[in-house]
T-cell receptor, first 114, second 113 residues
Framework: GAGVSQSPSNKVTEKGKDVELRCDPISGHTALYWYRQSLGQGLEFLIYFQGNSAPDKSGLPSDRFSAERTGGSVSTLTIQRTQQEDSAVYLC????????????FGDGTRLSIL | EDKVVQSPLSLVVHEGDTVTLNCSYEVTNFRSLLWYKQEKKAPTFLFMLTSSGIEKKSGRLSSILDKKELSSILNITATQTGDSAIYLCAVVDGSSNTGKLIFGQGTTLQVKP
């Protein structure tokens, strides 16, 4: 597709359940980022993938959060044992050359934990 | 701690007005500054600024970076209701090679007919 694609667009789940969010970056983009946008807060960085290099996980808020990127393309963000404070919009972005080019965002997944 | 601060946090204007949105930053390893527009969902890219004093322009929108003052402004002239959105400023953190963005809180702009 032409842009970054994320699924699902909305996810409602019960506290304690695991969730998996998916991101399909722009074709050819080697850098992929996950951000979280919570109500009343700005976007915060979660994790970064670049090609086959080890990911930068410095923004992950707890060990309940993990992410992988298979084949250098699609990425999944997994949240285990969800908590109410995990409710947020999770945004994925990709860029063609890391720092030198702008990041382009998907529409995000709105996650609601009941 | 690195931070990006935007002002004002919200703004209400009428169609045809000109607005100036401000972004200031304290980022140890500044690489570049970006502006995004966020309506319902995805932030859409507006400008990427790396050099000081060079204005970037796209239609009625323009932006400039002042590295001496550690700030940037986004100007919108002859505003339209379609300009209503949250405008996000972000700085590329150059402390690693990730290029991760440090975002400000955003400015919510409402343009009334």
């Amino acid at each position: 597709g032409a842009g970054v694609s994320q699924s699902p667009s909305n996810k409602v789940t019960e506290k304690g359940k695991d969730v998996e969010l998916r991101c399909d970056p722009i074709s050819g983009h080697t850098a992929l980022y996950w951000y979280r946008q919570s109500l009343g807060q700005g976007l915060e960085f979660l994790i970064y993938f670049q090609g086959n290099s080890a990911p930068d996980k410095s923004g992950l808020p707890s060990d309940r959060f993990s992410a992988e990127r298979t084949g250098g393309s699609v990425s999944t963000l997994t949240i285990q044992r969800t908590q109410q404070e995990d409710s947020a919009v999770y945004l994925c972005a990709s860029s063609s050359q890391g720092t030198a080019q702008p990041q382009h965002f998907g529409d995000g997944t709105r996650l609601s934990i009941l | 701690e690195d931070k990006v601060v935007q002002s004002p946090l919200s703004l209400v204007v009428h169609e045809g007005d000109t607005v100036t949105l401000n972004c200031s930053y304290e980022v140890t390893n500044f690489r570049s500054l970006l502006w995004y527009k966020q309506e319902k969902k995805a932030p859409t890219f507006l400008f990427m600024l790396t050099s000081s004093g060079i204005e970037k322009k796209s239609g009625r929108l323009s932006s400039i970076l002042d590295k001496k003052e550690l700030s940037s402004i986004l100007n919108i002239t002859a505003t339209q209701t379609g300009d209503s959105a949250i405008y996000l400023c972000a700085v590329v953190d150059g402390s690693s090679n990730t290029g991760k963005l440090i975002f400000g809180q955003g400015t919510t702009l409402q343009v009334k007919p």
